[in-house]
């Protein structure tokens, strides 16, 4: 989400456009699938703390009522927690203000992250009845904004308004897809659900990427699976070059608290968590540097094509 600012020129005669990134610049991914244990959870922590890794400021927020993305970063009971996900968004809906830092826990991997926990599911019905229910985690995020450079949002496995919520508050989707099983049924009803919310609520919303997940790269099954989700989506949405492994390190990982990075730094699911991170890196980045366009007027309003 660069800007491209004022036209200036260099000392070639060349017109150049400066690409600001600015409040902008952060970028808001859900991690989704409404099918559950695919490896959404798993995805948040470690692509996160890649992101961290790079240099990245980096905020994950747990849309999950389970509370599993706050037992991963070591939160044994999530249940007990005073604060979460729940109490913000309570305040966003009463139009009371948050103080800075509040339900932001820091982990010491370098990320910061909002739990949730079992009371989420009370309030996801709650938000049936409110007025502007599908944009009060878009409200709340909007300010995170400018702390953050990358906000990751680990979904629930539904569609429902918790979910739909993310979606409007995002500017991409990363579809995680385990390789063990055939979701060419499910991943279009998602794909359906993202593309309504394209048109009718978040204009901006993209689909980053499919990520398949927990490949057994012994079995000709898990082949085949990726072959077929290259054939049917690949010309529509971009599939991650890099799949994760299935590997009972990462499985390890929730357990300890922390990522596979400190867990199993030589492995194949940290190798593959490494290339996912540079992947979105690339395809959302931002370079800060002046693109050179020769002769063309350039306007301060256009936008800079980072996708
Ligand atoms: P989701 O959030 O989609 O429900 P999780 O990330 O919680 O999925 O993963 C579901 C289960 O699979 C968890 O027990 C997790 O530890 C395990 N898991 C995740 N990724 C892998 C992997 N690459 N190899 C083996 N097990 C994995
Ligand atoms: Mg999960």
Not at 244 to 252: K, W
Not at 283 to 288: K, N, S, V
Request: proline content about 3%; hydrophobic content about 40%.
């Amino acid at each position: 989400m660069c800007r491209l600012s004022e036209n200036v020129t260099n000392e070639n005669g060349k017109s150049v456009v400066n690409v600001e990134c600015t409040e902008n610049r952060c970028k808001i991914i859900a991690i989704s699938n409404q099918k559950g244990g695919v490896g959404k959870t798993t995805t948040c922590v470690n692509l996160g703390i890649g992101l961290a890794r790079a240099g990245e400021r980096v905020l994950l927020v747990e849309a999950d009522a389970q509370g599993s993305l706050a037992v991963s970063l070591g939160i044994s009971e999530p249940d007990k927690l005073d604060v979460t996900l729940v109490n913000i968004l309570e305040k966003v809906i009463n139009d009371e203000e948050t103080w800075p830092g509040e339900g932001i826990i820091r982990h010491e991997e370098g990320i910061d992250f909002i739990p949730a926990n079992i009371e989420l599911a009370g309030l996801e019905t709650a938000l049936v009845n409110i007025m502007s229910r599908e944009t009060v985690m878009r409200q709340f995020l909007q300010e995170m904004r400018e702390r953050y450079s990358y906000i990751l949002i680990d979904c629930m496995p539904s569609l429902g308004m918790i979910t739909i919520n993310a979606l409007v508050a995002a500017d991409y989707v990363l579809v995680p897809v385990e390789a063990a099983y055939l979701p060419v049924k499910g991943l279009q009803q998602l794909i359906k659900t993202i593309g309504n919310i394209h048109r009718k609520l978040n204009p901006s919303l993209e689909i980053l990427g499919i990520l398949l997940t927990k490949v057994d790269r012994r079995t000709n099954f898990a082949r085949e699976t990726s072959v077929k989700i290259r054939e049917v989506y690949g010309e529509r949405v971009h599939i991650f070059e890099n799949c994760i492994p299935l590997s009972v390190r990462a499985a390890e990982t929730a357990a300890e608290g922390k990522s596979i990075y400190l867990h199993d730094p030589k492995g194949a699911v940290a190798e593959g968590y490494l290339s996912l991170t540079e992947e979105v890196l690339t395809l959302t980045g931002c370079e800060d540097k002046p693109i050179e366009s020769e002769g063309v007027e350039a306007s301060g309003q256009q936008k800079g094509g980072v996708q």
